[in-house]
């Protein structure tokens, strides 16, 4: 009697140990999963850093001067506006 008690925890044991060794392998599976969507996203980072490297200075400089010429621009738009006589009225 005690012998077949032991032998069904030990059996109990065993089919916990069994599916606790298939969940960690479920779990391996999706942190691979995981791992991979991580190195994509790593690279797309990487080639977003490299282009922004690349691209900074022109871009800054293109909106440097078009920011001059809209400045000047509305210098312009604004003096025509105090200089003629029908808007003064």
Avoid: W
């Amino acid at each position: 009697m005690f012998n077949q008690d032991v032998l069904d925890k030990l059996n109990e044991i065993q089919r916990d140990i069994s599916t606790i060794k298939k969940d960690v392998s479920e779990i391996k599976e999706q942190l691979n999963k995981v791992e991979n969507g991580t190195s994509k996203m790593t690279s797309h980072i990487d080639f977003v850093d490299t282009v922004y490297e690349k691209v900074k200075s022109p871009l800054n400089f293109v909106c440097n001067k078009f920011s001059m010429i809209a400045g000047n621009n509305t210098e312009i738009i604004t003096k025509k506006l105090e200089d003629d006589p029908e808007k003064n009225r």
